[in-house]
């Protein structure tokens, strides 16, 4: 930890234990030379990402990225969290770790996260034609239901929605139609 | 397997679409491979059939609600599904099962590994083409879930556990049962290895097929027994003991060239050590509560939290992110057969098209897993 701090003085955040689970808190500016040292240093090398995902938080910087990391040496996760703005893009991490390529795709089709340098990002769940990114918060589920029936079926749903119905109560960003 | 640089750019290189209808993919995979004559120059896969939306779905519901919704995601290992959220809930809450609950959790799933592990070994060697061994398989599979119906009434989207402990208290005649079956069993799979391990057709078909270094293993974040063939000897049950499993003796088997016959063998050997838990296990179930002390609505304090559990596919994690409401703020679950598949890739470069079912097969993917 101390490592990182000296390394990367400029880019650290902040460091914090919860439930005696580690996490640190960067920039996202070097976040690519940020993971490769994490990778490569001998105090404590992560060589297995087990996971990376995102959460949403519709304030100024909406998306919290995170990546779960393990090292086999120490037997010890560690969570590297960054946050970025909409339209902003991360560095991709699939040359520090080869899985990171569907999970960020994954992250991507999900929540819109624009990865740069990433060999093949494309939607992996979801069909390629499908519009908006559902785990965001402020995704219209049954707006989205109600034009995917009529789209398809050419018939009404039936179903109730509301724009702004989200949980947090974001302005939706997909009028209806009609 | 390197391929020749000048077929890379031949005309003579064909794509051929395997799935999503194919009895070989285990679900609802399609796999684009792209072929010279029969040997597969690339392979993509394309998933998301069976989106369900189970993350989106964990925002929407409380977290008692969300644990039958998780059993539907790797279907034939229900309740390691179960167990995992549970604990990571119970973690999160600063709450333990308690320790009767703890022991019946780890034999219905070492039971659950033990199907998981033999739908597996059935469909897989059906895939290559032994029939018989199908057969047997199911045979004993039918006993473990005699025992799940007889538990919880239920045989495959079981919903085990409660967050606190388990629902039910074991029925008259559990002991005896899970005894009788697990004394049984070693022979049992005895007799699977004497119609595969040494058969010659199996080795032909397995020894040398999607081999896959230790160190590659490690970089495309293989779990499970697919780690442990290729000899990274790594088991979240012995690495981060969860549940009771320090109370336990048993052994990580693990290969030595990472090939297709090694991951049998680990399956194989993991088996038997599955029977040696709940030999184990059977005989000291404690008395007392199975449910810890709770309130009915539950609600975690805010923050977040990683909890992972070896899966019979490898390891199963929960990150959750909770806002202290009775909903999780985001529910992400980090399946192993959804990043399992990404080495399949790696894997069939090379190799034959007869291969690539082969390969699928030793992957042990479920697909109600992969596209959640």
Known sequence: MDAIKEKFGSEFVKSYSFIGQNNIEMKKDRIGEIMRFLRDNTIMPFSYLVDETAVHWPKDEQFEIVYILYSFEKNEYLRAKTRIKEYESLESVTSVWTTADWLEREVYDMFGVQYANHPNLKRILLPEDWVGYPLRKDYNIRLQDVEWVRKHLGIDSGQKYYVGEARHEMPDYRTPQD | M???????????????????????????????????????????????????????????????????????????????????????????????????????????????????????????????????????????????????????????????????????????????????????????????????????????????????????????????????????????????????????????????????????????????????IVSQAVEKIPDGPIM??????????????????????????????????????????????FVNLQALKKMVAGHMVADVVAIIGTLDIVLGEIDR
């Open chain 2, 2 to 276: 390197s391929i020749k640089e000048e077929t890379l750019f031949d005309a003579s290189e064909i794509t051929v679409s395997m799935g999503p209808q194919h009895p070989s993919t285990h679900g609802v995979l399609q796999v684009k491979l792209k072929l010279d004559g029969e040997r597969v120059i690339d392979a993509e896969c394309v998933i998301g059939y069976l989106h369900r939306g189970v993350e989106k779905l964990g925002e929407a519901q409380t977290y008692g609600q969300y644990v039958p919704t998780l059993d539907r995601m790797d279907y034939i290992a229900a309740v390691s599904n179960c167990l995992g959220y549970c604990e990571t809930i119970e973690k999160l809450l600063g709450i333990q099962a308690p320790p009767r609950a703890q022991y019946i959790r780890v034999i219905m799933t070492e039971l659950n590994r033990i199907t998981s592990h033999l739908l597996w070994l059935g469909t897989h060697a059906l895939d290559i083409g032994a029939m018989t061994v199908f057969l047997y398989c199911f045979r004993e599979r039918e006993e473990i879930l005699k025992i799940f119906e007889n538990y919880c009434g239920a045989r495959l989207t079981t919903h085990m556990f409660r967050i606190g402990g388990t629902q039910y208290e074991i029925y008259e005649g559990f002991h005896d049962q899970v005894r009788a079956f697990v004394k049984d069993f070693p022979k049992k799979v005895d007799e699977y290895e004497t119609l595969l391990t040494e058969n010659r057709i199996w080795i032909g078909r397995t020894r040398g097929v999607g081999v896959i270094s230790g160190k590659d293993a490690i970089d495309l974040g293989l779990t499970g027994p697919s780690l442990r063939g290729s000899g990274v000897e790594w088991d979240l049950r012995k690495a981060k003991p969860y549940a009771v499993y320090s109370d336990f003796q048993f052994d990580i088997p693990t290969g030595e060239k990472g090939d297709t016959y090694d991951r049998y063998m680990v399956r194989i050997e993991e088996m038997r050590q599955s029977a040696r």
């Open chain 2, 292 to 337: 810890a002390k709770l309130s009915k609505i539950i609600k975690p304090p805010v923050g977040d939290i990683y909890h992972s559990i070896e899966a019979p596919k490898g390891e199963l994690g929960y990150y959750i992110v909770s806002d202290g409401s009775t909903q999780s703020y985001r529910s992400r679950i980090r399946p192993p057969s």
